[in-house]
């Protein structure tokens, strides 16, 4: 089963931006839509971003609507999430998954990375 690693979290202050990278490892993610979730402390996982297999399709928590976009390179078995005009609220650990639908994942979950905003 493909599992999803995440990079590119950090430390970064309000209205800056992050780049972060889902890389897979022993598999691909050849057929799957695949999707950003995020979890802040004391709250629970939530939908952030999805992409269909083929990248015609891209949709977005109204939160992140705007300021995110998700994207995917199916040649190098990759996606990534550009976060820009980014907020303290924002703060929180990135998840990639495999086999979204809607705003569930049905497929493996990566480890998280760590995204900081400071104020």
């Known amino acids: 089963q493909v599992q999803p690693v995440e990079s590119g979290g950090g430390l970064v202050q309000a209205g800056g931006s992050l780049r972060l990278s889902c890389t897979a490892s022993g598999g691909t993610f050849s057929g799957y839509a695949m999707g950003w979730f995020r979890q802040a402390p004391g709250k629970e996982r939530e939908f952030v971003a999805g992409i269909t297999w083929s990248g015609a399709v891209r949709y977005y928590a109204d939160s992140v609507k705007g300021r995110f976009t998700i994207s995917r390179d199916n040649a190098k078995n990759t996606m990534a999430l550009d976060m820009n005009s980014l907020k303290p609220e924002d703060t929180a650990v990135y998840y990639c998954?495999?086999?979204?639908?809607?705003?569930?994942?049905?497929?493996?979950w990566g480890q998280g990375t760590q995204a900081t905003v400071s104020s």
């Open positions: 998954a495999v086999d979204v639908r809607g705003r569930v994942a049905f497929g493996s």
